[in-house]
């Protein structure tokens, strides 16, 4: 079992930056990706950002240049640093990691302001 927790989030106003952290614990030995899942309300929940063990980011187009994700293997650790933040990205945003299943943290709300 991985036990994930986030950390981060918070009232933004439109255009601002904010940064969330997850880290991750319990049986984390061959964790492979990590990352970041965003749910709107009434909306389906949505990749935004991955990020493999070796350090590829994979990005959602609609935060491609605006979101940046990072990981440190040695802390269990991933971040997500997202600037220009928009009113539409108000949402739960929840910590992902793939090991043999798929891990969940509990989401952290981020809510843009228009």
């Known amino acids: 079992q991985v036990q994930l927790v986030e950390s981060g989030g918070g009232l933004v106003q439109a255009g601002g930056s904010m940064s969330l952290s997850c880290v991750a614990s319990g049986s984390i030995f061959s964790i492979n990706s990590m990352g970041w899942y965003r749910q709107a309300p009434g909306k389906q929940r949505e990749m935004v950002a991955l990020i493999t063990r070796g350090g590829s980011p994979t990005y959602a187009d609609s935060v491609k240049g605006r979101f940046t994700i990072s990981r440190d293997n040695a802390k269990n650790t991933v971040n997500l640093q997202m600037d220009s933040l928009k009113p539409e990205e108000t949402a739960v945003y929840y910590c992902?990691?793939?090991?043999?299943?798929?891990?969940w943290g509990q989401g952290t709300q981020v809510t843009v302001s228009s």
């Open positions: 992902y990691c793939k090991k043999w299943d798929n891990y």
